[in-house]
């Protein structure tokens, strides 16, 4: 696999590809409560979570894209990862996020990722649209769509394999995020 970019960097994250290193913080997220909207939680076993990390991994490979892990400037810490995800259930290209440490949520940390990594999708990878799939339970994921940008698109398809369904939130163009750019949204 070889990317034409080496990371992408944010005013406090510098977001690359997953690595062996992540995978720690991964299964302790993959066990946590917070990781249901995921099909994680307490009773998720190592076995189960190195096959969603090792999804994410293999995302890279095979689509030569994929979700970015967050990692701290200051530190080096992964918290998280976001980014183009478009698996061969999801009708449409994805963008995704999660916070696995949850010290960083309500952070600003998944906006400025999020955001960032959108706007690769668009200029690296060409992507014209995009959509992000949510649980309707995760209001912070609902939030952080709204504050992109993002509009429930209810006429949208819905990945066939998603339980239970999925709310569609539907990102703005790059065109229309031209007219006010990261500021309007912040």
Known sequence: ????????????LVLRPPEAGDWDVYFAFARDPRAQFIGGGPNTTRHDAWRAFGHMVGHWVLRDFGPFVMVLKDNGAPIGAT???????HPEHELSWIIWDGRFEGSG???EAAW????HAYAVLGWKTAVSYIDAGNTRSIRLAE???CALDPDA?????????VLVYRHPSRAALADGGMEAYA
């Open 157 to 165: 398809p819905k990945p066939d394999d998603e339980e239970p369904p």
């Open 83 to 89: 980014g183009p995800w478009y698996p061969a259930e």
């Open 147 to 149: 504050r992109l940008g």
């Open 1 to 12: 696999m070889k990317l034409p970019f080496d990371h992408i960097e944010t005013p406090r």
């Open 116 to 119: 960032a990594a959108r706007e």
């Open 109 to 111: 940390l998944a906006f």
